[in-house]
């Protein structure tokens, strides 16, 4: 068969081959994800176990001859290649697993990554492929009608499904028998609490992750926080434009409004440095964790160890809080690694300060250009949050080290207790780890950290709260109208009214709902005095996670209650409340002015 004539047959047939490679792909890629969570959430028994892998491994085979088969149908294989690039990356390393494992006897991940004493590797490796094959299957649908119908929701709805989805998906997982130690399993409450908790990056739970779950579920909870973290919309549209021809227009408008970037271009460079920027300092921060636990710290081998580091790093990075150890970094084996303290805190710092401030400070093309440039400024935005951010954290080191200084840091020296300050202040922001008692705090210390949980992180962060700015625009829209001027200025820059109404209309949902939520659980559990339920409240809300000890014994209602309040605090009360609005069909016309007395 001549080129031509084979080039001809290949022209002819491929729409039919493509459907049909499609639709292959998607039901294989649901099948795999289906086995997966059979295998390692039900099955016990290894001969069955061996079969689904079998079956598991097979479909991976299928997926490279897919990929091999779409480079033989593209006419411009070079291009095609130098756009899948990641994608030929994964197809090749199953290739080489494959042959080694059943042709060879060389099971070429196994001796990787076994002889280091990472557990499970081979079912890593086949979970990992199998994901990517599930966001390949979920760009597929971007680019379907499936897609472009939900692009017609509102930018908000999708945003606020997209963590339903997470949330339920993440629950169903955690009742799996496999999941939990325990052998009745996981209840739904607690279940659908631990999934919230994970999603929207809190890190409040009503069991201990290190001792409870499997390190399948420890896995699963992981998983969790990094897409809660920064976003299910971010990951799968930075993997589309990745791995396929890239985004159109209603996807960057779409990223655009969830992402408040200053224009469709800047969202367009935002998100992939967004990406790589934050694997990047997740990556770094486990090297580093890695290199400075204590000698008290004890791993059972070398794997166990590494995955303890990118646990915490990812846990402190996304704010989330989460930890393996029974009561944190407080526990006997850390509780005195400063040092570790300080790499989590620094952690805690970047993920809080936002990535817009990131990039515009610490990025090598804007410290380029102002070295060339020395006149040029941060952006106001950075200034403003890192300067905010600076005050608060300052506020909160110098009034946790007065307040508790004959307290929970009596047993300290002078230095240990200006670190343990310093790293509440960091961590109580957003984070929720803590290096101290925290039911043994003083109720000035108490109430100090409900207002630091109340402001939270800077906006574009991992972390919540209102934000630093909301906080900052609140203020100063306050003392403006005590000075009786017209208009609010910021480094000599003039904010426009409807972003000090935003500010009021976030400020003001917020303490609406810790009020409402504060009462209704004095109702549901008035075991516990109102300045504990408040903190939990308060902590649930802006997504910190610090606890006073009373999670694990809430009722039912109070654990609901408290899972509600960590989903609208993740979502954000003005996300919400758009999202549930109504447009407006005109707002050209303006009735006459009035006054009301006020104050």
Same mark, same amino acid.
């Given at each position: ?106 099971? %070429? ?36 009608? !499936? ?38 399993? #996981? ?18 739970? %009503? ?12 896995? %699963? ?33 779409? #990223? ?32 580093? !964790?890695?290199?400075? &636990? ?36 407080? /526990? ?9 303290? #300080?790499?989590?805190?620094?952690? !805690? ?25 020395? &006149?040029?400024? &941060? ?30 840091? /009596?047993? #300290? ?60 625009? *609140?203020?100063?829209? *306050? ?25 009021? /209309? ?43 000890? !009373? ?49």
């Amino acid at each position: 068969m001549s080129t031509e004539t084979l080039n001809s047959y290949l022209y002819d047939s491929k729409l039919k081959a493509y459907a049909l490679m499609r639709r292959t792909t998607y039901v294989l890629t649901t099948l795999s994800i289906a086995l997966l969570i059979y295998a390692h959430g039900v099955v016990e028994s290894p001969v069955e176990l061996q079969v689904l892998y079998y079956a598991i491994d097979a479909i991976l085979a299928v997926f490279v001859v897919i990929y091999l088969l779409r480079i033989l149908y593209n006419f411009e294989r070079v291009r095609f290649l130098r756009r899948t690039w990641f994608e030929g990356l994964l197809m090749g390393v199953i290739l080489v697993n494959q042959v080694g494992t059943y042709l060879l006897d060389l099971p %070429v991940v196994y001796i990787l990554f076994e002889r280091v004493g990472i557990p499970l590797s081979v079912e890593l490796y086949r979970i990992a492929i199998s994901l990517y094959m599930l966001v390949l299957l979920l760009i597929e649908l971007f680019e379907t009608r !499936i897609y472009h119908k939900t692009l017609q929701l509102k930018p908000t709805i999708t945003f606020i499904l997209s963590f339903v989805l997470l949330i339920i998906t993440g629950s169903c997982l955690f009742m799996l028998p496999k999941m939990t130690n325990a052998p009745e399993g #996981m209840r739904f409450v607690d279940a659908l609490f631990m999934a919230t908790s994970a999603s929207c990056i809190t890190g409040l739970a %009503v069991v201990d992750p290190g001792t409870y779950f499997t390190f399948a579920g420890q896995v %699963v909870l992981l998983m969790l926080v990094q897409l809660g973290g920064l976003g299910i919309l971010t990951f799968a549209t930075f993997f589309a434009s990745l791995m396929r021809q890239g985004l159109g227009i209603k996807q960057h408008v779409a #990223m655009h409004s969830l992402m408040e970037g200053e224009t469709l271009f800047s969202t367009k460079g935002l998100l992939r440095k967004l990406i790589i920027l934050t694997l990047t300092i997740e990556a770094i921060g486990a090297i580093v !964790i890695f290199n400075s &636990w204590s000698s008290e710290a004890q791993f059972t081998n070398l794997g166990t160890k590494i995955f303890y580091s990118v646990f915490h790093a990812i846990s402190a990075f996304c704010n989330a809080g989460f930890s393996l150890y029974p009561e944190g970094l407080y /526990s006997a084996p850390v509780q005195k690694s400063y040092v570790l303290h #300080m790499i989590v805190a620094i952690l !805690i710092l970047f993920g809080g300060i936002g990535f817009p401030t990131i990039l515009d400070v610490l990025s090598p093309k804007a410290m380029r250009r102002r070295m060339e440039a020395s &006149w040029q400024n &941060w952006k106001l935005l950075s200034r403003i949050t890192i300067f905010t951010s600076a005050a608060l954290l300052l506020f909160g080191t110098v009034f946790f080290f007065l307040l508790e200084y004959f307290n929970t840091l /009596s047993h #300290m020296s002078f230095v240990e207790a200006l670190i343990t300050s310093f790293f509440q202040s960091v961590t109580t922001r957003s984070s929720g780890f803590s290096t101290v008692d925290i039911s043994a705090l003083s109720e000035p210390t108490l109430l100090i950290f409900m207002i630091l949980m109340f402001i939270g992180a800077s906006p574009g962060s991992t972390g919540g709260g209102i934000k630093t700015t909301t906080f900052l625009v *609140v203020l100063l829209s *306050v003392l403006t109208t005590i000075r009786g001027r017209d208009n609010l200025e910021v480094g000599r820059r003039t904010i426009p009214h409807s972003v000090s109404y935003k500010a009021f /209309s976030v400020f003001t949902f917020a303490v609406l709902i810790d009020m409402s939520f504060i009462f209704l659980l004095s109702i549901t559990d008035a075991q516990y005095d109102i300045l504990r339920l408040a903190f939990e409240q308060v902590s649930a809300f802006a997504t910190t996670g610090l606890s006073t000890g !009373i999670t694990a014994g809430l009722s039912d209602p109070g654990k609901l209650l408290i899972s509600i309040s960590m989903f609208t605090g993740r979502v954000g009360t003005l996300t919400l409340a758009l999202a549930l609005s109504t447009k407006v069909k005109s707002t050209s016309y303006k009735y006459p002015p009035t006054h009301l007395p006020v104050g």
